[in-house]
């Protein structure tokens, strides 16, 4: 009875792991850009108000949820291995980019002054645009390069 606690329990905890691993590297990867006070300012305005870290790191996490889907839901359903699993990849890398490159700035931009959360204070002017853009544009550049490799891994001739 114990050990098969125990294992379900370790199985979840994989399970958690492997759901949180690429939105944590990629935060890791992206950090640089804190360095910008506006990037600070917005991740500071954010859930728990005055903590940077967690809502950074939150966000990091939830922006890869697309990412972590797409790979999912192509292992389950695509036929088998190898060119399948190649499109999946690379539909995923495409659509997540979208999403973390174009919409998550906007939803800061528009949607969260908005929802009265007004965090940028130079006015959300092109510079925050392009800030915010090209902080989206590295995270999706960090997130598909491994889904990039494996599409390729899997379209070649005897797939993985």
Do not use: H, K, N, Q
Not at 108 to 115: E, K, Q, S, W, Y
């Amino acid at each position: 009875m114990v050990p098969a606690l125990v294992d379900t329990a370790v199985g979840w905890l994989w399970t958690v792991a492997l759901l949180l691993f690429p939105g944590l590297v990629a935060a890791g990867l992206c950090a640089p850009f804190l360095a910008a006070d506006r990037i600070r300012a917005l991740f500071d305005a954010l859930p728990p108000a005055g903590r940077v870290l967690p809502s950074y790191l939150g966000v990091s996490v939830g922006l890869s949820v697309p990412y972590v889907a797409g790979v999912a839901l192509t292992v389950a359903y695509a036929g088998e291995a190898g060119p399948a699993w190649s499109e999946g990849f690379l539909t995923t890398a495409l659509f997540g980019a979208v999403l973390v490159a174009l919409v998550a700035p906007a939803v800061a931009v528009i949607g969260l002054p908005r929802l009265g959360v007004d965090w940028d204070p130079t006015g959300y002017g092109y510079s925050t645009w392009l800030l915010l853009v090209g902080a989206g544009l590295w995270y999706a550049l960090v997130a598909a390069v491994p889904l990039v490799a494996l599409a390729v891994g899997m379209a070649l001739p005897g797939g993985y």
